[in-house]
């Protein structure tokens, strides 16, 4: 892809970025990109690395990031991505998993933090930082040294080892580890090529298409959906500056697609909601009519069933004021020229998609497992239906296995978990079908309703089944509530953990007339009891045995830092029950189990 890219669009722009030093966003040709990777190329040449050599990368998004991928890639070495927001010991243990020899980071602190675990990684040959010139040996035997002393071996390299075939190893990608170690992902070039090839009828690009990319490179969705995507169609990508800047890069890239988590479409929603709170009354209306109208006229344009009100009539008159005033502006957030918003890696909670669709900012859900390289299905542009993730793509099977499983097979599905055989024959079926965990419901027209993962269902001390999920995304569909989990297993009844957000938090306290600082006040009866009255009411479309009986406010958000959330941003169950056990056992004091 790299080359017939290259030979095509040589002079135009490839990938850009934000330069702190100058302050300014700068960019790199096709031919220049090319020429880099070259330089690596010939640098890894030098190492003698055997072909299938396992190199790994601990980096944020960048040039360097894709050009280590690129040559990797090239020589046929097998790219092994860290998660620049794990833990130093989950990276060792990558490392040693996947018997890495080669590894390229930031700084020396960077690779001291791994050093200092004091775990021996005896297949490391080699150190590299982008950002620093200093030498040296860690853990007695391993050479670090900077980006420019290491490329100067290869100045004198001639030849080149051959490149990969369609079954060699393109990636060990490893899975997020929600519960137990992660696991090597073996992805072939075949399996990533047929995903692409598979994303782009869904997802059309060409070369004056421009990506915002944000998600890490070690998330499987960013690599295929976007990174390789554009690569294969000479596609510009640019790089955000990171979660913390999203709103300001959208404008100063003002792309034509972005793929995000849904977490990222919750936190603007919320930004817009605390706007609209401080709307006049009148404003107010008018904002609440065009989510209204622009969600009706989704559904017609959608074939999705049409939700009727009084002034209905009134959609043809009105939507065009509604439009210009409140509806291109919303959509404006993601720029003037946005055409696909992909949501992957967690279900979109259904009253931002609504949100966003009715306003005309095209979000469009992706399902998939890193297993499947990794897409599996995508709405389409019409027949965009939120509560589903769309039909499976051309040349992918889906079927619904016991209890409900949904299970695919395609060119793009996985060879197996690197070195873990039994691992392996447990993920697919007998008769070759992968196995992917998920409940799912197909009756929508070959849509895939996931209902939630299998061993996520809740089964309370008296037999209820309850998929957390859905209680969840209904919680969290009341602006009070950042974060939710649902606990109850073996439990006499269903409870919530809760994380509030901070400015509703301290307006909560002020109606109630109590300290928002004071530790004891997320304790407090009055305080529980207003949050549990609130997580009711979001609930009460569920049956009565799925509603909460109890709550606990917590005081901190759960993010990737303090090992709460995976590095796609899901909850990290196992771990936040772990932290918060105390307060679970309070919510069922006197209740037994």
Same mark, same amino acid.
């Given at each position: 892809?790299?080359?017939r890219?290259?030979?095509i669009?040589?002079?135009?722009?490839?990938?850009?970025?934000?330069?702190?030093?100058?302050?300014?966003?700068?960019?790199?040709?096709?031919?220049?990109?090319?020429?880099?990777?070259?330089?690596?190329?010939?640098?890894?040449a030098?190492?003698?690395?055997?072909?299938g050599?396992?190199?790994?990368?601990?980096?944020?998004?960048?040039?360097?990031?894709?050009?280590?991928?690129?040559?990797?890639?090239?020589?046929?070495?097998?790219?092994?991505?860290?998660?620049?927001?794990?833990t130093?010991?989950?990276?060792?243990?990558?490392?040693?998993?996947?018997e890495?020899?080669?590894?390229?980071? @930031?700084?020396f *602190?960077r690779?001291?933090?791994?050093?200092?675990?004091?775990?021996?990684?005896?297949?490391?040959?080699?150190?590299?930082?982008?950002?620093?010139?200093?030498?040296g040996?860690?853990?007695g035997?391993?050479?670090?040294?900077?980006?420019?002393?290491?490329l100067?071996? !290869?100045?004198d390299?001639?030849?080149?080892?051959?490149?990969?075939?369609?079954?060699?190893?393109? *990636?060990l990608?490893?899975?997020?580890g929600?519960? %137990?170690?992660?696991?090597?992902?073996?992805?072939?070039?075949?399996?990533?090529?047929s995903?692409?090839?598979?994303?782009?009828r869904?997802?059309?690009?060409?070369e004056?298409?421009v990506?915002?990319?944000?998600?890490?490179?070690s998330?499987?969705?960013?690599?295929?959906?976007?990174?390789?995507?554009?690569?294969?169609?000479? *596609?510009?990508?640019? =790089?955000?500056?990171g979660?913390?800047?999203i709103?300001?890069d959208?404008?100063?890239?003002?792309?034509?697609?972005?793929?995000?988590?849904?977490?990222?479409?919750?936190?603007?929603?919320?930004?817009?909601?605390l706007?609209?709170?401080?709307?006049?009354?009148?404003?107010?209306? =008018?904002?609440?009519? *065009?989510?209204?109208?622009?969600?009706?006229? =989704?559904?017609k344009?959608n074939?999705?069933?049409?939700?009727?009100?009084?002034r209905?009539?009134?959609? /043809?008159i009105?939507?065009?004021?509604?439009?210009?005033?409140?509806?291109?502006?919303v959509?404006?957030? /993601?720029?003037?020229r946005?055409q696909?918003?992909?949501?992957? %890696?967690?279900?979109l909670?259904?009253?931002?998609?609504? /949100?966003?669709c009715?306003?005309?900012?095209?979000?469009r859900?992706?399902?998939?497992l890193?297993?499947?390289?990794?897409v599996?299905?995508?709405?389409?542009?019409k027949?965009?239906h939120?509560?589903?993730?769309?039909?499976?793509?051309?040349?992918?099977e889906?079927?619904?296995?016991?209890?409900?499983?949904?299970?695919?097979r395609?060119?793009?599905?996985?060879?197996?978990?690197?070195?873990?055989?039994?691992?392996?024959?447990?993920?697919?079926?007998e008769?070759?079908?992968?196995? #992917?965990?998920?409940?799912?419901?197909?009756?929508?027209?070959g849509?895939?309703?996931?209902?939630?993962?299998?061993?996520?269902?809740?089964?309370?001390?008296?037999?209820?089944?309850?998929?957390?999920?859905?209680?969840? /995304?209904?919680?969290?569909?009341?602006?009070? =509530?950042?974060?939710?989990? @649902?606990?109850?297993?073996?439990?006499?009844?269903?409870?919530a953990?809760?994380?509030?957000?901070?400015?509703?938090?301290?307006?909560?306290?002020?109606?109630?007339?109590?300290?928002?600082?004071?530790?004891?006040?997320? !304790?407090?009866?009055?305080?529980?009891?207003?949050?549990?009255?609130? @997580?009711?009411?979001?609930?009460?479309?569920f049956?009565r045995?799925?509603?909460?009986?109890?709550?606990?406010?917590?005081?901190?958000?759960?993010?990737t830092?303090?090992?709460? $959330?995976? #590095?796609?941003m899901?909850?990290?169950?196992?771990?936040?029950?772990?932290?918060?056990?105390?307060?679970?056992e309070? $919510?069922?004091?006197?209740h037994?189990?």
């Amino acid at each position: 892809m790299l080359e017939r890219t290259v030979r095509i669009f040589a002079g135009r722009e490839a990938y850009k970025w934000f330069e702190h030093r100058t302050n300014e966003w700068v960019s790199i040709t096709w031919r220049e990109f090319s020429e880099r990777v070259m330089r690596w190329r010939k640098a890894f040449a030098r190492m003698g690395l055997a072909r299938g050599t396992r190199v790994a990368m601990l980096l944020p998004n960048s040039i360097d990031a894709l050009t280590f991928d690129m040559a990797a890639l090239s020589n046929a070495l097998v790219p092994v991505p860290l998660h620049a927001t794990d833990t130093a010991g989950n990276s060792v243990y990558i490392l040693n998993d996947s018997e890495a020899e080669f590894l390229v980071t @930031v700084s020396f *602190a960077r690779w001291n933090s791994l050093a200092s675990t004091g775990v021996d990684l005896p297949h490391l040959k080699q150190v590299v930082f982008t950002g620093e010139t200093d030498e040296g040996t860690s853990l007695g035997h391993i050479p670090y040294c900077g980006i420019e002393e290491w490329l100067a071996t !290869g100045n004198d390299v001639t030849e080149l080892p051959a490149g990969p075939d369609a079954e060699s190893l393109a *990636a060990l990608v490893y899975t997020s580890g929600t519960t %137990g170690r992660p696991k090597g992902v073996m992805l072939t070039h075949r399996n990533v090529v047929s995903n692409v090839q598979q994303i782009s009828r869904y997802m059309p690009v060409d070369e004056n298409s421009v990506f915002l990319s944000y998600l890490p490179l070690s998330h499987s969705f960013e690599r295929s959906a976007a990174y390789y995507h554009a690569l294969a169609t000479g *596609a510009l990508l640019a =790089f955000s500056r990171g979660v913390a800047h999203i709103t300001e890069d959208l404008h100063a890239i003002n792309p034509t697609n972005m793929c995000s988590v849904p977490r990222v479409f919750e936190r603007i929603h919320n930004q817009i909601l605390l706007v609209r709170r401080k709307m006049t009354k009148k404003k107010g209306y =008018f904002f609440d009519w *065009a989510a209204e109208v622009g969600w009706r006229r =989704f559904c017609k344009e959608n074939g999705l069933p049409v939700e009727h009100t009084a002034r209905e009539c009134l959609d /043809f008159i009105m939507w065009p004021y509604l439009k210009r005033k409140i509806a291109d502006p919303v959509k404006g957030v /993601f720029g003037s020229r946005i055409q696909v918003l992909m949501a992957g %890696g967690a279900a979109l909670n259904l009253h931002v998609a609504k /949100f966003f669709c009715g306003m005309g900012a095209p979000i469009r859900q992706a399902y998939g497992l890193t297993e499947s390289s990794p897409v599996i299905s995508m709405c389409e542009e019409k027949g965009n239906h939120p509560e589903t993730v769309g039909r499976p793509l051309i040349g992918i099977e889906a079927r619904l296995g016991e209890l409900d499983e949904l299970q695919v097979r395609g060119p793009q599905v996985m060879k197996g978990y690197w070195k873990r055989e039994d691992d392996t024959r447990r993920a697919f079926t007998e008769d070759g079908w992968l196995r #992917t965990g998920d409940q799912a419901d197909l009756s929508d027209g070959g849509r895939i309703r996931i209902k939630g993962r299998i061993k996520e269902i809740i089964v309370t001390s008296v037999g209820e089944k309850v998929s957390p999920v859905d209680l969840e /995304f209904a919680i969290l569909g009341d602006s009070l =509530f950042d974060q939710v989990m @649902v606990v109850g297993e073996n439990r006499p009844y269903v409870a919530a953990l809760v994380v509030l957000n901070a400015e509703r938090w301290r307006a909560l306290c002020k109606d109630l007339q109590v300290n928002p600082d004071d530790p004891a006040t997320r !304790g407090s009866r009055e305080v529980r009891n207003t949050v549990l009255k609130r @997580v009711r009411s979001a609930t009460k479309n569920f049956p009565r045995y799925g509603q909460p009986r109890n709550v606990a406010v917590l005081p901190e958000n759960w993010t990737t830092e303090n090992g709460l $959330l995976t #590095t796609t941003m899901k909850l990290r169950r196992r771990q936040i029950a772990e932290r918060y056990a105390a307060e679970i056992e309070e $919510l069922y004091k006197g209740h037994g189990a």
